[in-house]
């Protein structure tokens, strides 16, 4: 009987795109004969549900979180907290809730919906009537000048920054004079948007959006008197207890996550 004989040859004088080819075989049979060569699983990406009035403020916060939880991606979505309170009734798949009324968080906890004793308050919002730069309005007396034709506030029925426009308006005794010219954006967000595109001359917006360095140069405002509307305490819940939405529920709620809060006009309830 012949034999065939081979010469073994040096690993060294493989090509380098052939030496990786076989490790890449080499791999795939030990994955496939069970010995964990088999590629890490992509971590869970955390679903934020986010009010309208955050997304400025949830930039420089995903930014920080980065730093200290780099392996978790961060998929935010951004509305009115009515609208996110409805969906996650229906099951939407989040795994944070951030709101712009406690209230709604804590009603979704009432139906036993998110995880147990997650419930949180991250801030209190400000409202404040805003101007672009090109206005001649001042902001300060805006809501009482009658040269305006439209004047923009989030939707009431959905949006809490909408509803505290409305008892702010209400307060002043300004309400049944302006309410023919509103102009309802489905979130606070666009009701400064309507504003900055001339949809509407003037906004009720909230302090957090006219803060932020995208909107600082665009235009000017005024922020209401605190006693024109009740107090706008916000808060989220844990939705999908996981071990990355608790990490960033501990992060908005230390001292960095406070700070970079109160930067973007969120206070303390009760400062």
Sequence with gaps: MAYTHFKLTSMAVFPARTLQAVQ????????????GCAP??????????????LSFAMEELSRQFAGIAPGTR???AYGSSGTFFAQLQNGAPFDLFL???????????????GAGNSLFTYG???LVV????????????ALNNRSWKHLAIANPQHAPYGRAAEAAL????LYDQVSPKLVLGENVAQALQFVESGAADVGIVALSLALAPATRALGRYWELPLDSYPPMEQGGMIIRDTAEARAFRAFLLSPAGRRILKQYGFYSPGE
Excluded at 40 to 53: C, Q
Excluded at 130 to 141: E, G, I, K, N, R
């Design 24 to 35: 890449r075989l080499a791999c795939l049979f030990l994955f496939l004969a069970g010995s």
């Design 40 to 53: 890490r699983p992509a971590p869970h990406p955390l679903a934020i549900a986010a009010a309208a009035d």
């Design 74 to 76: 961060l998929e935010v």
């Design 99 to 113: 709101s712009a009324d406690l209230a709604y968080p804590r009603q979704l906890a009432a139906k036993g919906i």
């Design 124 to 126: 209190a919002g400000r």
């Design 130 to 141: 805003w101007v672009p730069a090109t206005s001649p309005l001042d902001p300060a007396a």
């Design 170 to 173: 209400r307060g002043m005794g």
